[in-house]
């Protein structure tokens, strides 16, 4: 099995970074094979709304986009890990969220069948703040966004009040939950 751990924070090292990490370490002691990709060190453009597009799912805009799409389309259960920003998902996490509208129009525009297996997904959020309703407005797109990949929301981790970087180390529930969350994808 293949595990695609994708890590939308900028600061590598930090909590989100941890967690997904710990995440990956659970799913390995299954014997799934991992990949972590961190959306900072990738050049992807947010979504143009191209008037001219392809038709048959993927985006004309030339980047790294490409390669991240093709990963999202091979793995085998997918862990998306986000900070929590103004309320949401951080920019990167919500720009290649927004690039996978190319899918989008294929799948429910065109209406063309998708020969993807539905595959479980979870989703890893870290805020500074304790505020509920941050967690819910990013896992509601997140949810959309796992619907239009072929992607089961099988699990969540919500970890609030953790600001300072690498401070999950002094929550070993949180970290212990990521191992856990790994493990049952």
Not at 104 to 114: D, E, G, P
Request: with cysteine.
């Amino acid at each position: 099995m293949y595990i695609l751990g994708i890590n939308g924070s900028p600061r590598i090292g930090g909590n989100t970074d941890i967690l997904l990490d710990k995440a990956l370490e659970g799913a390995k002691t299954k014997g799934a094979k991992t990949e972590k990709v961190i959306l900072n060190k990738l050049k992807i453009s947010p979504c143009q709304e191209c008037e001219k597009v392809r038709d048959d799912g993927t985006c004309i805009v030339e980047d790294d986009f490409q390669a991240l799409y093709e990963k999202v389309k091979k793995a085998d259960a997918l862990v998306l890990a986000s900070p929590i920003f103004f309320g949401s998902l951080s920019a990167q996490t919500k720009i290649m969220i927004d690039r996978f509208q190319c899918y989008w129009r294929y799948r429910y525009i065109l209406k063309k069948a998708t020969s993807q297996k539905t595959r479980p997904g979870a989703l890893i959020l870290v805020e500074a703040s304790k505020r509920g309703d941050f967690f819910n407005n990013a896992k509601s797109i997140v949810k959309n966004f796992f619907a239009t990949i072929d992607v089961d929301y099988k699990g969540e981790l919500f970890c609030p009040g953790v600001d300072t970087k690498a401070a999950i180390a002094k929550h070993p529930d949180f970290l212990q939950k990521a191992f856990e969350l790994g493990g049952t994808l």
